[in-house]
């Protein structure tokens, strides 16, 4: 009981979810599942405390010049239609793992849209014997390590001048 007290002190500022305090009591799985079927947690909730559950200790912090940007590439990562609520769920994993300071900074960010599409790979006349996918997948690392701010000129030209296009 004494981690969930110290957990409801350092973030009750912040208005966390319940379940969002409720996580702290449960050591696995198990004991997560057992106790949404006694208290029927909607499945709103049930889906937050599964994320926070899942990612309690291994979404931390990075130690560079961006804190969140593991968070930031997990939300990226994420189907384009699940990024929102992703977003308010990391909010919330924030407010459990205690990075208060983080919150603010996550808020304002918006998640930022991957520049290029099949269509931009076309443009620049590649007809590619490998699926369109395999260069994507690449261009879009490349433009996760450069911290999002590569542009779809940018990413061509890399493209290009890396021989990805010509692999």
Do not use: A, E, I, P
């Given at each position: 009981m004494f981690e969930l007290e110290n957990r409801?002190?350092?973030?009750?500022?912040y208005q966390p979810e319940p379940m969002t305090?409720?996580?702290?009591?449960?050591?696995d799985q198990e004991e997560f599942d057992t106790f949404c079927k006694r208290a029927k947690c909607s499945s709103r909730h049930k889906n937050l405390g599964q994320f926070?559950?899942?990612y309690r200790y291994s979404l931390q912090p990075m130690r560079d010049r961006d804190l969140l940007y593991s968070y930031k590439e997990f939300l990226i990562n994420s189907h384009q239609n699940q990024q929102d609520i992703r977003h308010q769920y990391i909010i919330e994993l924030l407010k459990y793992q205690g990075y208060i300071y983080l919150i603010d900074e996550i808020k304002q960010w918006s998640i930022p849209k991957f520049p290029i599409d099949v269509w931009d790979l076309q443009q620049n006349g590649l007809m590619s014997s490998r699926s369109f996918s395999y260069f994507l997948r690449h261009l879009k690392e490349?433009?996760?390590?450069?911290?999002?701010?590569?542009t779809k000129e940018e990413l061509i030209q890399y493209?290009?001048?890396?021989?990805?296009?010509?692999s």
């Open positions: 409801w002190l350092r973030c009750m500022n305090l409720l996580v702290t009591l449960f050591n926070l559950l899942d490349q433009w996760k390590s450069s911290h999002f701010q590569m493209g290009f001048q890396s021989g990805l296009f010509y």
